[in-house]
Nanobody
Framework: EVQLVESGGGLVQPGGSLRLSCAASGFTFSSYAMSWVRQAPGKELEWVSG????????VYADSVKGRFTISRDNAKNTLYLQMNSLEPEDTAVYYC?????????????????????WGQGTQVTVSS
């Protein structure tokens, strides 16, 4: 059974930090490009960050560039998102998503149907 299980969300004050994790199982994690996608209340899905299968290429939405860092540990089948200098506008449910790909490919789409696998999400709330 394929699973993507996000964790690490919670309530944090503005300016604080959180580290999200996404544990993958049931597929060959190292053969998949990964993304983080978020959905704020009442808004559409927003692509946040992507990384290629090997982990050497990472890209970010302008809204998080310089504050968030995506990484992966293929030996542990885990994707991470380090979030610093959090703002109230970062409040959302964060999803990890996987799409089969090798080499330098990564994905910047927010469309759920363009990924092979999608997690259940973890809530991040930034509030004082």
């Amino acid at each position: 059974e394929v699973q993507l299980v996000e964790s690490g969300g919670g309530l944090v004050q503005p300016g604080g930090s959180l580290r999200l994790s996404c544990a993958a199982s049931g597929f060959t994690f190292s053969s998949y490009a990964m993304s983080w996608v978020r959905q704020a209340p009442g808004k559409e899905l927003e692509w946040v960050s992507g990384i290629n299968s090997g982990g050497g290429i990472a890209v970010y939405a302008d809204s998080v560039k310089g504050r968030f860092t995506i990484s992966r540990d293929n030996a542990k089948n885990t994707l991470y998102l380090q979030m610093n200098s959090l703002e109230p506008e970062d409040t959302a449910v964060y999803y990890c998503a996987a799409r089969s790909s090798l080499g330098s490919l990564y994905y910047t789409t927010n469309r759920r149907d363009e990924y092979d696998y999608w997690g259940q999400g973890t809530q991040v709330t930034v509030s004082s």
